[in-house]
């Protein structure tokens, strides 16, 4: 469920940076990654608690170093921690992931351009990126549309929503109350991302 400009992360630091090979990188605490939803009775939000390990980007940039094409890129979400600020539509929301079969969310980053703007710039740079997400045991591929600018010391920030469907990915919408309260099948995944060259 999570849309996710985490790719986005990789394949932008890796353009503004001219990295030709192997990128490694950390994820900040204090990042945010967050999923939206609505019932027919309410809104919800529910936080990413889960703390990433360093990363490596394996990379390969184009001649202009505005695009970058990526190999072996996975980053692995553990859906048990989704806090949703509810312990029922936690169990809820792990139940419909069927989280005992499949206990990550996985994200996979093929390829990013700049699209427009660039790191420096005080508007930052706008990135189209080519990912897969995978939840239960199915694959979509997907486009995130990232907004990114550089701060200081090889730290970047990186900003992204993305609308999924859950039945596109085998996931039932959570009900409770006998039916009575119904979650919408639409949901928003939220980035809001810092990250720092390891």
Known sequence: ??????IAVIGLLAVSLGVPHDYPF????????YIEGTSNVNSFECMCTDEFDPLTAKITL????????FTGTTLRLKT?????????????LCEALKSDDYPYIRIDLHDAVVTEGSFDDPNGAKISCNASITITNIARKVTLIVKGRKLSHGRFRFISTKE???????????????????VRNAIRINFDLI???G
């Open 80 to 92: 048990t921690l989704l806090d949703c600020d509810n312990s029922k539509m936690n169990r809820d």
């Open 26 to 33: 950390v994820i900040e605490k204090g990042s945010k990654l």
């Open 164 to 182: 999924l469907l859950m039945t596109d990915f085998g996931v039932e919408p959570p009900t409770a109350l006998l039916g009575l309260i119904k």
């Open 195 to 197: 990250t720092k060259a």
């Open 62 to 69: 184009s001649d202009d170093d505005r695009a970058v094409t």
């Open 1 to 6: 469920m999570i849309s996710s400009t985490i």
